[in-house]
C-alpha cells in the first residue's frame, strides 16, 4: 500500500515534467501549426547549462536561473533563425528540419560537455525528505518539483484565461487565420510563444536534472512521450496537456513498477522481467492508439 | 521515354560492375556499402509510394522494415536450433521462402497499422504510426527468445538454389536483381489505374469521394504494399549483414528513412534510391574522419530542407534540363 | 412512384442551432428542382447531409428508392448521386483532361489494378475526349487545372460531376463568382444536361433559378416555407417578405 502510494508520486512528478514539455509544444503545435520534434533539445539544453552553472558556482539555484535562461535563448533564436520559415510548409520538411535540429543539438553537446553524463547535487533544503503519511519518507525535492509543475499549470491557466496574450492564445489555437486578421503583431506573438515553451521545457530538465542522469539524447527519449501526452491531450489544448501528462505519467510509472512483478507470478524470472518491461514500455503508445481511434482528434482538442 | 530507358540501363551495368571496381582498386567495402545503400533505397521508395504519391505521411515506416528482417532471423534461429515457430512453423534458411515470408507478415503488419492509424489524419496520424512502430520496437526488445535488444545473428544468408550466396558478390547481385525489380514495379505502379486513384486522394481527398472511391480502402491498399516493400528490403537487409536487431525499427530509423525520400525528392521514382545512396556514402565518409559526423549531417539536412524544392531528383532535373 | 430524391422530415442541430428543421422535399426524374433560400438557411447543411458528408439527427433520404441516409459518401455515389462543389473542389496539379479521365476511371472501376497503365485504357480516354468535344472546355484540354479560370473551373466541375452519369445531380451554387457572360455559359451547359439527369440546384442567382427550374423551394431558418412553380415563388408574399423583399431591400 505505502509502495503503491510512493509510485503515484512519483508519477505525479514524471505527469508534471511531461506537462511541462507538453503545455509549451501544444501550444507551439496549435498556434503556429508546426510539428516541432527538437522540443525535447531545450529540455536538454536546460538540464545541461542548469547541471553545469550549478557543479560551476556550487548553486543549485543559480543553475536552475541559468537552464532557463539558456533553454529560452535557445528557443528564440530556433525560432528566428529556422522555424519561422517552415510555418507556411507542410508537416514533412517541419519533421525533417526540426530532425536535423535534433541531430546538430545532439552533437553540439558531445562536443562542449563530452559524452559523460553530469551529476548534480540537491541543494541543502531539499536533500532530505518529508514523511508524508506514517511510514513513507518522501525526498523534498520530489515534492518540490511536483510542486513547481502544478504552479506552473496554475500559472499557464491565469495566463491564458485572464490575459490579452492569453486572449490571443486561445483565438490563434482556435483560428489562426482570425489572429492574423486582429492586426497583431504576429511574429512576436509566435517567437514569444515558443520562447515560452522552450523556457517551460528548460524548466523541466533543470528540475529533472538531480533525478535522471543529464546526458545526451536525453531529450530524445522524453519528447516521444511528451507527442503523445500532446495528441491525447488534443493538439493545442493545455488542459489537455495536464490532463494527458498526469495520467500517463501515473500509468507508465505504476506500469513499469508492478507489471514485471505481476508477470512474474504467471512465468519464468527473467522472460516475465523482459516482457513486463517491453509491455510497460509500450503502455503509453497503446493509450494513444485507443484514445485517437475513439476520438481522432484528442480528448480536448481545440480545433473543430 | 527512349532516354530514360538508356540511363536506367546504363546506371544498372554501373551498378551490376561495382564488384568487379572493388576487386580491382582492393576496395572490398565497396561491394557492402553500395549493397546497403540499394537496400535502404529499396525501403525509401516503398516509403515514397505512400509519402510521395500517396501524401500520408508515415513516421512508423521502419516497423515494416524491422518486421521483414526479423522474420528472417526467427526462421533462421528456428532453422538453426531445429526447433519451430511457436511449435508449428519450422524454420529455414531458403531465401525463396523466407523472403515472401517476410513480404506477407509485413504486408499482414501494415495492414493491422494503417486499418487503425488511417481513421485519423494530419498530425495524428504522423503520431499514430510511430506510436505503432514504438510498440513494435519494445515487443521485439522484450522477446528474449530471439535476443531480446540484442537481436537474433544469422550465421549464413538464407541460400537460394544454384547460387553460392556465401559469396558476397553474388550476394550482392541478388540484391541488386530485386532492387532494380521493386524499382521497375514501382514504376508500373504509379502509373497504374491504381497509382491513379491514389495520386488524386493526395491532392484532393474530398473530390475523390465525391467520385465514388472509398478512399480509406485505397489508401489502406497502398499502406499494405508500402510496408510489403519496406518487409521485403528488411529482409535482405538481415541477409546482407547476417543480423536482425530491435535498432531496425528504431523511431530515428524511420526518419532516416524519411531524409533518404526527401533529400532525394519527394514522389520520384529514382529519388529514393538517389537519396538513401547519398545520406549513406555521407554518413560513411563522414563517420571516418569524425565521430562528430552526425553535426555536420544535420547541418546539410536542414540546409536541404530549408532552401530546396525537390530535392535532389530537382537539381538533376534542372541540370539535365539545361545541359 | 418517380422521385428520384426523397427527403422527408431531415433534421439537424448543431449545439443549440437548429439547421435543417424537418426539410421534406423531392426531386422527380428529368426535373431541375431549385432550392432557394438567404444566406444561413441551411442549404449547405442539406445538401452535406445529402451527400453523406454530415449525419443527420433524424428522418430520412432515400434515392431511387433506397434508403442511403446512412450510407457513406462514396456509396452514395455508386447509386447515382453526383455533386458540385460550391467553392470548386478539382485535382489542382493535374491537366482538365486528366481530371476528366480519373472521373471517368473511378466510375468504370478497375481502380484497384496495379500492373495497367492508366494512360492506356482506351474506354477511358475515348469518353474523355468525346466529352471534351461537346464542352467549352475543348481547346483547355491539355492546362493544368490551377492555371484555369474560375468559370471554367466551374465548367470542369459540372462536365466531371455529369461523367459519372448521375440520376441525381446536387448543384451547389454553380454561379457563384460567375459573370454574365459565364453565367448564361453555365444555364446552356445546365439546360442541355437537362436530359441527362434530375437535379437539385441550390443557387442565389434568381435570374438562373427562374430560367433553369421546374420547381422551387424556400428554404429560410431550416425550414420550407414555400414551393410551387416560378409564378407561384414570385406572388408568394411570405417568400417576397422573407427572402425576395429582403434583396430588393
Redesign the interface.
Known sequence: MILLFEQLLNGLQYGVTLFLLAAGLTLIFGIMGVINLAHGAFYMVGAFAGAWVSIQTGSFWGGLLAGLAASAIVGIVVELGVMRRLYARDHLDQVLATFALILIFNQSTVLIFGRQPLFTSLPEVFSGSIEIIPGLPYPTFRLFVIAVGLAVAVGLYLLINKTRIGMLVRAGASNRQMVRALGVNIQGLYTAIFGLGALLAGLAGVMASPIVSVQVGMGDEIILATFVVVVIGGVGSVKGAFVAGIVLGMCDTMLRAFLPGLLQQAMPGPEAQALGVGISSMGIYLMMALVLLVRPRGLFAAQG | MKREHIILAAVFVVLALVPFAAELTGQASWTRLVGQALIYGMAAASLNFILGYGGMVSFGHAAFFGIGGYVVGIMYHHFDAGTAFLGLIPGTDQMLITLPAAILIAGLAAALVGAMSLRTGGVQFIMITLAFAQMFFFLFISLKTYGGEDGIMVRRTNSLPGLNMRDKATLYWVVLGLAAAYYLFLRRLVQSSFGQIIAGIRQNERRMAAMGISTYRYKLYAFVLSGMGAGLAGALMVNFLRFASPDMMHWSRSGELMIMVILGGVGTLAGPFIGAGVLFTLETTLARYTEHWMLPVGIILLLVVMTSKGGLMALLRRLGGKG | MTHVLEISGLLKTFGGLTATDHVSLTVDTGEIHALIGPNGAGKSTLINQI?GEITPNAGQIHLAGRDITRL????R??LGL??T?QIT??????TVRENL???V???EG??????????K?AEIWDEVATILKDSALGDRADVTVADLAHGEKKQLELA??LS?RPRLLLLDEPMAGLGHVESQQMIEALLAARGECAMLLVEHDMEAVFALADRISVLVYGRIIAAGNADDIRANPTVREAYLGEEEA
Open positions: 451527400c457513406p459518401p462514396a456509396d455515389v455508386a453526383g455533386r462543389f473542389s478539382l485535382l489542382d496539379d493535374m479521365g480519373l472521373a476511371q473511378a466510375r478497375g481502380n484497384f489494378r496495379i500492373f495497367d497503365r492508366a494512360a485504357r466531371m460531376a459519372q
